[in-house]
């Protein structure tokens, strides 16, 4: 398949001030070599507690924040580097669903209007054709086309993300990036949201990042998936490898402690003591060992680093494939 979008090493880093001058007193770790890629039609899921770094992973992915080290090769091109003329070009490509529906609309421009904004940004057809654009979006996402003369405040929460999906697939992108993206629905919104995304995927040939915290959300959307803690993948793989053998001590965590009831293989594990550890002061070693109950003196003092264990299945963990899992 072709390899729509390839991360390699993003590190990044906030720094901490403090005083009338803002001078600079430390760093907070958000990223530390994250690499991946992301294949065509494929949804890649990224999941993990909050502060593990997954929507800073994705604004650096959209280039609302510049990473301090590494490459984000989008369509075969640097895309990191691109300018100008360029970078618009490419961003027609690379869309977004944020986490809260009424945030991302304008609450002073009608339905229509913002559908037809990315269009009218990119220059693309004049207003009547913009129009014919914007309601065959809406019957793509499933609302009337009475929509089209709403505001934002007339329309539910699922029906402001479905909006939400139409502007991101106005442009034929290749690549949409789903930040949270059901996380502030109801349950059987979140169900219509998620299957309306696989729909789209079959049709328009659109590859997902899909952010989560959700496990269940993660098993349901994704093609493959990777656990993230504290800026780094720990685990990564295809969905049946993840859920039906985790490998890493902080996957068993989480799964034995998700309230869902439709992850594939229950595991039967003591649930994460203790609280993510602070960005700015990470423990030496293995980042997770302090909450890790199979931790060994080695965890200590050395890093564990990605290593491929089976087939697509990477996991980092001194003892991956070791730990009795039941």
């Not at 890649?44 to 800073?56: M, N, Q, R, Y």
């Not at 859920?243 to 594990?269: C, R, W």
């Not at 199979?294 to 980092?316: R, T, W, Y």
């Amino acid at each position: 398949m072709e390899i729509i979008l390839k991360v390699e090493n993003l590190k990044k880093a906030f720094g901490i001030r403090k005083g009338i001058f803002q001078r600079k007193i430390g760093e907070v770790g958000a990223l530390n070599g994250v690499s991946f890629e992301v294949f065509e039609k494929e949804t890649f899921g990224i999941v993990g507690e909050s502060g593990s770094g997954k929507s800073t992973l994705g604004r650096i992915i959209l280039r609302l924040e510049e990473p301090a080290e590494g490459k984000v090769i989008f369509l075969s091109k640097d895309f990191l580097s691109l300018k100008g003329k360029e970078l618009k070009e490419a961003r027609r490509n690379l869309q977004v669903v944020f986490q809260d529906p009424s945030s991302s609309l304008d609450p002073k421009m009608k339905i229509g209007k913002s559908i037809e904004e990315p269009l009218l940004i990119q220059k693309i057809g004049g207003k009547r054709e913009r129009k014919e654009i914007a309601l065959s979006l809406l019957d793509k996402v499933g609302l009337d086309r009475s929509f089209y003369d709403k505001y934002p405040f007339e329309l539910s929460g699922g029906q402001k993300q479905r909006v939400g999906i139409a502007r991101a697939i106005a442009l034929k992108p290749k690549l949409i990036i789903c930040d949270e993206a059901v996380s502030a629905l109801d349950l059987s919104v979140q169900a219509q949201i998620l299957n309306l995304l696989k729909k789209l995927q079959e049709k328009e040939n659109v590859s997902y990042i899909f952010i989560t915290h959700s496990l269940s959300v993660a098993e349901y959307i994704s093609h493959r998936v990777a656990v993230m803690y504290l800026g780094r993948f720990v685990e990564m793989g295809k969905v049946k490898d993840i859920f039906n053998n985790p490998l890493h001590p902080y996957t068993m965590g989480l799964m034995a402690a998700a309230p869902s009831l439709e992850i594939s293989k229950k595991v039967e594990k003591k649930v994460i003591e203790g609280e993510i550890p602070s960005n700015v002061n990470l423990p030496k070693g293995c980042l997770f060992h302090p909450r890790c109950q199979f931790k060994k003196e080695i965890c200590e003092s050395l890093e564990p680093q990605l290593k491929n264990i089976s087939g697509d299945h990477f996991v980092a963990c001194h003892f991956a494939g070791k730990i009795n899992n039941n």
